[in-house]
């Protein structure tokens, strides 16, 4: 079984947020510093970061490298541990 690793994200907009990841990936994800964005039309919070070219990646994306669309099972994006993300079509 996958063991998950939780660190904080402190945003002045939304506060300190608790962000989950795979252990494994958690030395990957650490270096780079997370910002919590809200994409709008009453979607979840989501951390994202910017990439050596510049480019904006939401965790999700960074961690699982889909090009399929990803959604949490529980709703939280924050929540980015194996068991809650699923690729749709």
């Known amino acids: 079984m996958a063991t998950s690793k939780s660190f904080t994200i402190n ?20 270096q780079y510093k997370w910002h919590v964005d809200n994409p709008g039309n009453g979607r979840s919070l989501r951390a994202r970061t910017r990439i050596e070219d510049g480019t904006r990646v939401a965790l ?5 490298g889909s090009e399929n669309r990803l959604e949490p099972v529980d709703g939280n994006f ?6 809650n993300i699923v690729a749709l079509g």
Do not use: H, W
């Open 60 to 64: 999700q994306n960074f961690i699982y």
């Open 11 to 30: 945003s002045r907009t939304y506060g300190s947020m608790r962000v989950t990841v795979p252990a494994d990936v958690y030395p990957a994800v650490s």
């Open 78 to 83: 924050l929540n980015c541990s194996e068991k």
